[in-house]
């Protein structure tokens, strides 16, 4: 099956900075990416995502980039804020829709 | 997105029961899915609920420990049986509607066995 690796698994910013967070995948028919955020006591909110046939997707502060050939993609935090603070996973699925999913990284904002 | 729920929220049970979560979609959708989260985890997909036919169960995941009914598009449910401490986890449905690809998730249902 699918395995998606992410990392880093904790990542600490300062305020206004950017993040970075990488994942990749190992199924090459894989074709949809989402991220999820995850506050505490949350469920995982979609927050954005990106298919096989585009290589960057862009909303306001948050950016997704996919390397199909490496097979590996990004997401990226510009500007970031206390609210940003999160658990952020990345999921890889083919065309049944089952996520598979990075074990997750946990973003800490500093003030 | 879809308005999803599901209950209860949270229980907490006896070893060697069993208990039946409930996921309620507010719209008709393609996909329905369960998945597990244990304590400070990621994600796993437990099966994939099929409506008006069996669900389709990942490797490590069989019917016997959790039975899924899917009676029709909006509606499905998720049984774990026989519990032990090991099945202590958040349960969570999604769904992912008509001609999307994205999944929405509900908000789970924080289950304590004792």
């Known amino acids: 099956g699918e395995n998606v690796e992410q990392h880093p698994s904790t990542l600490s910013v300062q305020e206004g900075d950017s993040a970075v967070i990488k994942c990749t995948y190992s199924d090459s028919a894989s074709n949809y990416f989402p991220w999820y955020k995850q506050e505490l006591g949350k469920r995982p909110q979609l927050i954005i995502d990106?298919?096989?046939?585009?290589g960057e997707k862009k909303d306001q502060r948050i950016a997704v980039t996919l390397n199909k050939t490496a097979k590996h993609f990004s997401l990226h935090i510009t500007e970031t804020q206390p609210e940003d603070s999160a658990v952020y996973f990345c999921a890889a699925s083919q065309m049944d829709y089952k996520l598979s999913f990075g074990a997750g990284t946990t973003v800490t904002v500093r003030a | 997105s879809a308005v999803i729920s599901q209950k209860p929220s949270r229980d907490i049970c006896q070893r060697g029961t069993s208990l039946t979560i409930q996921c309620q979609v507010d719209?008709?959708?393609?996909?329905m899915f369960w998945y597990r989260q244990q304590p400070g985890q990621s994600l796993t997909l437990i099966a994939t609920a099929n409506q008006g036919s069996e669900a389709t169960y990942e490797s490590g995941f069989v019917i016997d420990k959790f039975p899924i009914s899917r009676p029709n598009l909006t509606f499905s449910t998720l049984t774990v049986s026989n519990m032990s401490p090991e099945d202590s986890s958040i349960y969570l449905c999604?769904?992912?509607?008509?001609?999307?690809?994205?999944?929405?998730f509900g908000p789970g249902t924080r289950l304590t066995v004792l």
């Open positions: 719209s008709q959708v393609t996909m």
């Open positions: 999604s769904v992912v509607r008509q001609g999307g690809n994205e999944q929405f």
């Open positions: 990106i298919r096989s046939n585009v």
